[in-house]
């Protein structure tokens, strides 16, 4: 599904997401601090962190919804701040809050989206039948949203978020309120985005059973700081623990440092 210059990108070492030195308050209160952590092409990484961590207000710095006072961000090495439209182009996101539009049907809201990224009509109808086959929604494509169940709205969301190829995919709690089979088979389902299409996925989570322990990158973020970095094995011999949730445990256990969130 990719583009040439996708292939392009992923054969590169520049990184889908690069965050440097990011640190943001909502006035007083201080969300983020010197935020600093990568997401290569290619990997699932996990966002860990506990309720009030700064996952959100990150993904909505990434996003551009807020901008950073400070640091620096950037998209297949495109900057968020100076070069934003090169950037936003190879995002796709998944809200944690469902953004569809219930009374559309999800063949018109994949391409009520892919119009706002100037897709053409017949270019839209051939990439909406290949993400939803991917995701057995090809024959529910003609219903209202309003009739999907949580699962299948999520499955569209995560259609719609690939629609315009991108390099980054984010995805901010996107299992809450679903069931385990269904969470399960979203999870598995980025994995293979991420090993067959060599995207980059940034998976925003408080729940270790999400995380693969033999295959993705975590980047554990407690009170605005990231805590630790790396292969999950690396992270769990850094802190000496004998499991990703232990390991975890003891990252989050800490009194918040001096200017971070409280
Ligand atoms: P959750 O898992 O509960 O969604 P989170 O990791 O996404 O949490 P954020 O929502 O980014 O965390 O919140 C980080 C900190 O910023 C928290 O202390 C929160 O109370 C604070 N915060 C978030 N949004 C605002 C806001 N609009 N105004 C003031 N403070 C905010």
């Given at each position: 599904m990719q583009t040439n210059n996708t292939q392009q990108d992923h054969g590169s070492a520049i990184p889908a997401l690069s965050v440097e030195s990011v640190s943001f308050g909502y006035?007083?209160?201080?969300?983020?601090?010197?935020?600093?952590?990568?997401?290569?092409?290619?990997?699932?990484?996990?966002?860990?962190?506990?309720?009030?961590?700064?996952?959100?207000?990150?993904?909505?710095l990434i996003t551009r919804l807020h901008r950073a006072p400070s640091g620096r961000i950037a998209i297949l090495g495109h900057d968020l701040a100076t070069d934003p439209g090169a950037a936003l182009a190879r995002l796709g996101i998944v809200?944690?809050?469902?953004?569809?539009?219930l009374d559309l049907s999800v063949a018109q809201n994949l391409r009520y989206f892919a119009a706002l990224h100037g897709i053409g009509r017949s270019e839209a109808n051939r990439r909406l039948e290949e993400e939803l086959s991917r995701l057995d929604m090809l024959e529910r494509a003609g219903e209202k949203v309003r009739k999907l169940n949580g699962g299948h709205r999520r499955r569209v969301e995560i259609a719609r978020a690939l629609l315009h190829r991108p390099a980054l995919l984010l995805l901010d709690e996107p299992t809450v309120g679903l069931d385990l089979p269904t969470r399960r088979r979203l999870i598995d389902h980025v994995h293979s985005l991420c090993r067959d299409e060599g995207i980059a996925a940034l998976w925003a989570t408080h729940?270790?059973?999400?995380?693969?322990?033999?295959?993705?990158?975590?980047?554990?973020?407690?009170?605005?700081?990231?805590?630790?970095?790396?292969?999950?094995?690396?992270?769990?011999?850094r802190s000496g623990a004998p499991s990703l949730a232990n390991a975890f445990d003891r990252l989050t256990a800490e009194a918040p440092r001096e200017g971070a969130a409280a």
């Open positions: 006035g007083e209160r201080q969300a983020l601090s010197d935020v600093r952590f990568t997401a290569p092409a290619g990997r699932f990484t996990a966002l860990l962190g506990p309720n009030g961590a700064g996952k959100t207000t990150l993904f909505a809200f944690q809050q469902p953004t569809l539009d729940l270790i059973d999400e995380i693969d322990p033999a295959a993705d990158r975590v980047v554990v973020l407690h009170r605005g700081r990231i805590r630790d970095e790396g292969d999950v094995a690396e992270v769990m011999k």
